[in-house]
């Protein structure tokens, strides 16, 4: 741990996106959620997460840094809509701030999300799906193959295939909180 006299990177990095995390949160905190939660307190908790969980792999340079807090001020946005009984909503449109609410505010250029990030969302959705669904699910999304060829290959009829696809999916519905 760096000494007093030290400055310390992390902090530094830290300090160089706040203000960009700021605008973020604020441009895109819903209207309905405008008056129950504060942008800034949105962003000091995805801090917080991120040096919780990347804490062993955090990234030592501002624009992955900045890569990484945006995407966790996404998802603390998301979750705090649904908390607040916002899911029927789109929470996820972007919904621009009243030229006089936030004075000086700047709109703020959304990053991609990290690619390690993606995978680990996508891990646990599909960690929801029975092994054998999965499967099929795989090879139907990502392999591309047809019914056909996926009952071929796993010895399932077409339609045995079609269903367990068809339940494989209605599960990712319902883990994304979203209905057919």
């Known amino acids: 741990m760096p000494s007093p006299a030290e400055p310390?990177?992390?902090?530094?990095?830290i300090v160089q996106v706040y203000p960009r995390l700021l605008g973020l949160a604020r441009n895109k905190l819903p209207q309905p959620l405008r008056g129950q939660l504060d942008p800034e307190d949105v962003v000091v908790s995805a801090i917080k997460s991120g040096f919780d969980r990347y804490r062993d792999r955090f990234?030592?340079?501002?624009e992955a840094v900045w890569r990484l807090f945006a995407t966790i001020v996404r998802h603390k946005i998301v979750d705090k809509g649904r908390e607040a009984g916002a899911?029927?909503?789109?929470?996820?449109?972007?919904?621009?701030?009243?030229?006089d609410?936030?004075?000086g505010a700047q709109p703020v250029e959304e990053p991609p999300v990290p690619d390690f990030v993606i995978r680990e969302s996508l891990d646990a959705l599909l960690a929801r799906v029975p092994p054998t669904h999965r499967e099929i699910l795989i090879l139907r999304v990502v392999e591309g193959l047809t019914a056909d060829a996926t009952g071929q290959?796993?010895?399932l009829s077409r339609d045995q295939v079609n269903r367990r696809y068809k339940e494989a999916i209605e599960t990712l519905r319902e883990a994304l909180g979203r209905t057919a």
Do not use: I, N, Q
């Open 59 to 62: 990234p030592t340079d501002a």
């Open 8 to 13: 310390d990177p992390v902090s530094d990095l």
């Open 153 to 155: 290959k796993l010895d």
């Open 101 to 103: 609410s936030a004075p």
């Open 87 to 99: 899911a029927k909503r789109d929470v996820g449109r972007t919904v621009p701030l009243a030229a």
